[in-house]
């Protein structure tokens, strides 16, 4: 089946945003767990293999909490003690996978490589305050590719901004997940209404075919 988007779409000069898939947002006891997250491991690997074979740059966001405390906690109280979430610094025990780990460090399953730029932000959008347009810039990219986690959150504020930063954008709607279904569909659904493209990990797939 032909897969229509909105724009056309060149691999050549896309890039692969994987959003906030770290520790304390996907272990099972990570103190912002969201559930459905550990389903979309499976198919972010699958894109994320298409684009290491067609030498592309594939991109890791990181929620960071900051030092002192801002307006941010006033919606994540996880962040203050004794949780102490996505703190630089702090490491927990995870019963899923029965070991420590760096909170904030994006999850083993994903095997970052040492050289994929790693964008940290202290709020939620990938591109308020960072230097993630210049990194997609010195790529030539002019397509964003955005799977992650929180949708309604951090997936939809990083996906507007890719769209007022003038990037074409692609939501993979199996790659991004939520702990609110119907938000989780509400923010699809008005994402590929008027900011993107929403399509299927195996949509994608059969771009490149």
């Not at 779409?9 to 996907?26: E, K, P, R, W, Y």
């Not at 995870?94 to 083993?108: G, L, Q, S």
């Not at 959150?153 to 890719?162: H, Y």
């Amino acid at each position: 089946m032909k897969v229509d988007l909105p724009f056309s779409f060149n691999m050549g000069t896309s890039a692969f945003v994987i959003v906030d898939l770290q520790n304390d947002f996907v272990r099972s006891n990570g103190p912002l767990v969201v559930p459905d997250a550990v389903s979309t491991i499976e198919p972010i690997n699958a894109v994320q293999d298409l684009f290491r074979k067609a030498d592309r740059p594939v991109i890791f966001t990181r929620f960071v909490a900051g030092k002192e405390s801002s307006l941010l906690w006033t919606w994540s109280p996880q962040i203050r003690e004794p949780m102490n979430c996505c703190k630089i610094g702090q490491h927990r025990y995870y019963e899923d996978i029965k070991a420590e780990r760096e909170a904030i460090a994006v999850i083993d399953e994903l095997k970052p490589r040492a050289d994929d730029p790693i964008i940290d932000k202290f709020w939620y959008g990938a591109f308020f305050r960072t230097n993630l347009e210049d990194v997609l810039r010195s790529f030539n990219t002019d397509t964003v590719v955005i799977a992650g986690t929180v949708t309604q959150i951090c997936v939809e504020e990083t996906a507007r901004q890719a769209f007022h930063h003038g990037f074409k954008t692609i939501v993979l709607r199996d790659c991004v997940s939520s702990f609110d279904p119907q938000l989780h569909e509400a923010t699809l659904k008005n994402l590929n209404m008027k900011f993107g493209a929403v399509i299927s990990s195996k949509e994608f797939i059969q771009l490149m075919s």
